[in-house]
């Protein structure tokens, strides 16, 4: 509080050595005005810049350009009372989060601090005039009210959307975040609980095998942890050929067996993580990468729209092709379940 204060009073003595009395500043916070222009110079403030504001209206200008003019130039905000800050946010050169209070700059369309869609809750654009007039403006608008020009390093929106196919409205948001915000965490419970399935019908046939891999693992140590119950099915199975198992019985015994299981159990508790939290960013790079591919491979570009529809969105084959894959831990499960029945 004492060096504020130190600061107010020593700009106030500068400022009556240049004779500038008329409009006292003080110094501010340098990030607070970082991305806006001076009004005397128009050029960018940056962190590094030595900065004043009139106490009076706001206005923030280069120190050396206030010194120029030898006083504040906003005579409009003087006039009528005005501070600069809210002739930003009333002209659209600032949006205001209704969630956060981040100040954003114009053109975003997410609050760069909370994600919360900037356009639903501010006025100052077309498309945000017409979620007024239309409350549910952004169900309806093919591209979520992000512009299908956007760049989304390299590939632009409409290209994305096209690609996605079914469900866009969900994903193109959330890849607007991932951009903006550099984010790789969201959330999606589809790929949680059924991951292979997911990907699958998602064209993602490397994050398909793996994940898999990964349940035919977890099948098998289940099933290895059931041999030792005479109660189960693979017990009664198995006890049909002595020899070869005592030799699984003896191996489920041993600790090397307890160390594989706890690595595949803390295996599966990672990958069901990953899934869970970072599938949508799979899917979004996955977008991208095949985009560039594709349009690498097509030189003709006439009928992009159609390559993209093609290769992109859903397959129920792919549905078909996992469940034929993991078919035989299925109906194993499903006649131990009905064999512990019986029972």
């Not at 550099?182 to 399935?197: E, G, T």
């Not at 349940?215 to 009664?236: G, N, P, R, V």
Request: glycine fraction near 4%; charged fraction near 20%.
């Amino acid at each position: 509080m004492c060096y504020t204060i130190y600061i107010v009073i020593k700009n106030i003595y500068k400022m009556h050595e240049n004779g500038t009395t008329k409009c006292y500043m003080e110094e501010e916070i340098m990030s607070r005005y970082s991305g806006k222009k001076c009004v005397i110079c128009d050029k960018t403030f940056t962190d590094s810049d030595d900065i004043v504001v009139c106490p009076d209206c706001g206005t923030p200008y280069h120190r050396q350009c206030y010194n120029a003019a030898g006083r504040c130039v906003a005579d409009g905000l003087h006039a009528s009372g005005t501070s600069w800050h809210s002739f930003q946010v009333e002209s659209g050169n600032i949006l205001i989060c209704k969630r956060c209070n981040h100040e954003n700059s114009p053109s975003a369309i997410f609050c760069e601090k909370c994600g919360m869609p900037t356009r639903m809750v501010d006025n100052n654009t077309v498309q945000q005039s017409q979620t007024q007039q239309n409350p549910y403006f952004f169900l309806f608008d093919e591209y979520c009210g992000i512009s299908p020009e956007e760049d989304f390093d390299g590939v632009k929106l409409k290209e994305i959307a096209e690609f996605v196919g079914p469900n866009k409205r969900y994903f193109l948001p959330i890849f607007k975040n991932m951009k903006d915000n550099n984010r790789k965490f969201s959330v999606n419970l589809p790929a949680a609980f059924f991951p292979h399935y997911y990907f699958a019908y998602r064209k993602m046939y490397l994050p398909m095998i793996l994940a898999v891999v990964c349940y035919a693992l977890l099948e098998i140590q289940i099933q290895f942890e059931y041999i030792k119950d005479s109660s189960t099915l693979i017990h009664s199975l198995l006890s049909q050929y002595p020899n070869f198992f005592e030799k699984l019985i003896s191996f489920a015994d041993s600790r090397l067996w307890v160390n594989i299981s706890n690595v595949l159990l803390l295996l599966g508790v990672i990958a069901s993580f990953i899934f869970a939290f970072f599938s949508n960013w799979f899917y979004y790079r996955h977008c991208i990468r095949k985009i560039k591919t594709l349009k690498k491979k097509n030189k003709d570009l006439s009928d992009i729209k159609g390559t993209l529809a093609k290769y992109g969105g859903t397959t129920i084959a792919g549905l078909l092709l996992v469940f034929l894959l993991l078919l035989p831990f299925i109906a194993l499960g499903m006649a131990e379940n009905m064999h512990m029945l019986q029972q």
